[in-house]
C-alpha cells in the first residue's frame, strides 16, 4: 500500500521545524528516523495532512557530555549511539540497549529521539530511559521545557508531549563509579520487539547497594518501573541478595497484556526469569566495577 497524500516539510533549523508544527496545527506529524512512522503511513494505519521532517535540521544530532549528564540530540542515529566510544564509557546500558533494536540497517536510520517520543511500550529506549532517570527536553511555540522520563509517557504510544511540541534532546544522568546494568529481553525473533524485557542498574558501596533502578518493557501499556522493590534493596549487601526471588516477587506484581504474541501468564514466567538474570549481571558488573 502507499500513504494517503501529505503535505511534506523539510525545515533546516529547530526554530522553522517549530513554526511548521505550528502552521499545521494537529493534522501535522514529526518525522525523524522514519522506522515506525513510515510503515504505519504505507499501511494507512494513520494518516497526517503534513509531515515535518527533520532529517535536515543539524543541530539536533549531537552527543556530549555536561557535568554528569550526556546529553544527546534527537536526530542521532542509534547506529552512533551504538558506536560512540564516550557513551559506552559513560552510560554502557545505552549502547548495550541499542544493539537488541531491530537490525543493523534499523539502527542506521532509527533516532534516539524518535523512539522515545513514538513510546513503544516494547521498545528498548524508553525504558532506558526510565530506569536512568533521564530528563527530555522539548521545545515548541511556548518554549523549551524538560520532562522527567517518569513523566513523559501516559499510555500506549502516547506522552505528554503537547501536539505542537518537538522532542530536542534526552540527557541521561552519569552513574557514579561502583554501577552496573545489564539488559535482558525475550524476542520472537532476533530484531523483534521484545516480547518481556528488564533493564537493571545498581551501585555498590562497601559492598552494600547504595542505588537500583528496574524496569520493564513490553508488559504494560507504557515502560513501568519498580521503585518500592527498588528501595528493598538498599542497603542490603549484595552477596545476600536472591535474584531469583527477587524476580518472582516483582512478578508477582504484574498484570501483562495477553496478545497474539504472549499470555499473560507467559509473560509473568519470563519477566521473573528475566528479572533475575538482568540483576544477578548488574551485581556482578558493579562488583567487578568496586575492585578494578
Not at 510503515?39 to 495532512?49: F, N
Not at 532529517?55 to 554528569?68: A, Q, T
Not at 546529553?71 to 542521532?76: D, N, Y
Amino acid at each position: 500500500m502507499k500513504p494517503a497524500p501529505f503535505a511534506y516539510e523539510a525545515p533546516t533549523t529547530v526554530s522553522e521545524a517549530v513554526d511548521c508544527l505550528a502552521s499545521h496545527g494537529e493534522e501535522a506529524k514529526v518525522l525523524a528516523g522514519g522506522q515506525s512512522l513510515v510503515p504505519v503511513l504505507a499501511l494507512r494505519l494513520a494518516r497526517y495532512e503534513a509531515l515535518v521532517d527533520l532529517n535536515r535540521v543539524g543541530e539536533l544530532d549531537y552527543v556530549r557530555r555536561e557535568g554528569s549528564t550526556m546529553v544527546i540530540g534527537a536526530m542521532t542515529r542509534q547506529a552512533t549511539i551504538e558506536r560512540d566510544p564516550t557513551l559506552r564509557a559513560a552510560i554502557p546500558v545505552l549502547r548495550e540497549a541499542t544493539r537488541l533494536i531491530g537490525h543493523p540497517q534499523i539502527r542506521n536510520r532509527g533516532t534516539l529521539g524518535g523512539s522515545v517520543a513514538h513510546g513503544d511500550p516494547a521498545a528498548e529506549y524508553p525504558a532506558v530511559a526510565l530506569a536512568t532517570d533521564a530528563t527530555i527536553t522539548v521545545i515548541g511555540p511556548a518554549g523549551p521545557r524538560i520532562i522527567e522520563a517518569a513523566d513523559l509517557y501516559d499510555g500506549p504510544m502516547s506522552t505528554t508531549l503537547a501536539e505542537d511540541e518537538i522532542l530536542t534532546a534526552v540527557a541521561f544522568p552519569v552513574w557514579c563509579p561502583g554501577s552496573g546494568f545489564a539488559v535482558r529481553e525475550m524476542a520472537r525473533r532476533e530484531g523483534d520487539f521484545a516480547t518481556v524485557g528488564v533493564i537493571a542498574g545498581v551501585t555498590l558501596a562497601d559492598d552494600r547497594i547504595s542505588r537500583a533502578a528496574l524496569a520493564l518493557f513490553g508488559v504494560g501499556a507504557t515502560p513501568m518501573r519498580f521503585r518500592q522493590l527498588e528501595g528493598e534493596l538498599l542497603g542490603a549487601d549484595f552477596l545476600a541478595v536472591d535474584p531469583t526471588d527477587f524476580g518472582e516477587t516483582l512478578a508477582q506484581r504484574l498484570d501483562p497484556p495477553n496478545d497474539v504474541h504472549a499470555s499473560t501468564a507467559y509473560r509473568t514466567r519470563v519477566a521473573a526469569r528475566l528479572v533475575a538474570e538482568a540483576l544477578d549481571a548488574a551485581l556482578d558488573t558493579a562488583r567487578q566495577e568496586t575492585t578494578s
